[in-house]
């Protein structure tokens, strides 16, 4: 089966990617950049290894020339459109507009070019952080502009799947973390242990979904594999461990500790900011959805990478 996926250079298009490509997909990765470009980073680490196991396409970007005649090539089966703009995602700032013309750009062409070619439907992945996703305090608002953006893409790429006659599912992913990731709390956190210190958790009491990004990409292959086969339902949600992101920085550390033979001490704080809603979660198990999943395993690979 042959799989458009958009995006691959990101920490989980990378893993998507990969796994696809172990269960047996032809992965055809179109990315923004040239591949010359990547040189510094994780990303660059990721798009090396990504050029090992996919088709890899530079200078590609979603609806540009190039891509459109990547799509002319035919014989997809399935439109994995995981790659949106990021930029800085929790900037109030961060240009909405600008986000969904470049998430969507030439998006009916695109996609009636593909159905013309045999395509049997389109993956968009979305984000537990969009208005209306997951479960928590209502009402589900938007976290932020990039939030907002999200689901304004999902409901162009709804609404131009239905108008051409393409089946459209979506994968909403929640919090990964794992190897090759940007650093962020868990970079932190290892940072911190590493150079003998207490890492401090300033909110403590936000109730979050952290999931290990192997179970993640699991979960997409298998989804994936329903959609091909019209099996899937028209939405997923996968979700890892819901807890507060107190208790999953201990969590974090327990699973580092024996691992690394590091202290790994923790501090929580008082938590007295709230800007942001006190819990967002998925709400389909992934550890229940997926088959042959072995967690210590991913554990074990989580501490290799900050070994």
């Known amino acids: 089966m042959k799989?458009?996926?958009?995006?691959?250079?990101?920490f989980t298009g990378y893993w998507f990617a990969k796994a696809l490509s172990e269960a047996g997909y032809h992965v055809v990765a179109p990315l923004r950049g040239n591949l010359d470009s990547y040189t510094q980073g994780?990303?660059?680490?990721?798009?090396?290894r990504l050029m090992t196991i996919a088709e890899t396409v530079g200078?590609?970007?979603?609806?540009?020339?190039?891509?459109?005649?990547?799509?002319?090539?035919?014989?997809?089966?399935?439109?994995?459109?995981?790659?949106?703009?990021?930029?800085?995602?929790?900037?109030p700032d961060f240009d909405i507009a600008g986000a969904l013309a470049e998430n969507t750009a030439n998006l009916r062409s695109v996609l009636a070019t593909l159905a013309g070619g045999g395509l049997k439907g389109v993956v968009l992945t979305g984000s537990v952080f969009e208005p209306n996703e997951g479960a928590g305090n209502t009402p589900l608002v938007a976290f932020s502009s990039y939030g907002l953006s999200k689901g304004l893409t999902a409901a162009v790429v709804h609404h131009r799947c239905h108008e051409?006659?393409?089946?459209?599912?979506?994968?909403?992913?929640?919090?990964?973390?794992?190897?090759?990731?940007?650093?962020?709390?868990?970079?932190?956190?290892?940072r911190t242990w590493k150079a003998g210190e207490t890492a401090r958790v300033n909110t403590p009491d936000y109730v979050r979904d952290n999931i290990l990004v192997g179970l993640l990409a699991k979960t997409y292959v298998r989804y994936l594999g329903e959609v091909a086969s019209g099996t899937a339902t028209a939405k997923l949600n996968p979700s890892g461990y819901v807890e507060t992101q107190g208790a999953f920085a201990k969590r974090f550390a327990a699973e580092m500790r024996p691992r690394?033979?590091?202290?790994?001490?923790?501090?929580?704080?008082?938590?007295?900011?709230?800007?942001?809603?006190?819990?967002?979660?998925?709400?389909?198990?992934?550890?229940?959805?997926?088959?042959?999943?072995?967690?210590?395993?991913?554990?074990?690979?989580?501490?290799e990478a900050y070994q």
């Open 3 to 10: 799989i458009l996926l958009t995006g691959a250079s990101s």
């Open 42 to 48: 994780a990303r660059a680490e990721r798009v090396r």
């Open 59 to 91: 200078d590609c970007a979603f609806g540009g020339t190039r891509f459109v005649d990547l799509v002319r090539t035919g014989g997809y089966d399935l439109l994995c459109h995981h790659a949106a703009r990021v930029g800085d995602y929790r900037s």
């Open 164 to 190: 051409i006659g393409l089946s459209f599912h979506k994968f909403v992913i929640p919090n990964p973390f794992g190897p090759l990731e940007e650093p962020r709390f868990c970079a932190y956190l290892m």
């Open 260 to 303: 690394l033979g590091l202290e790994c001490t923790l501090e929580l704080a008082t938590q007295t900011e709230f800007s942001e809603p006190l819990m967002r979660v998925n709400t389909d198990s992934a550890a229940h959805y997926v088959e042959d999943w072995d967690e210590q395993m991913a554990w074990d690979a989580v501490a």
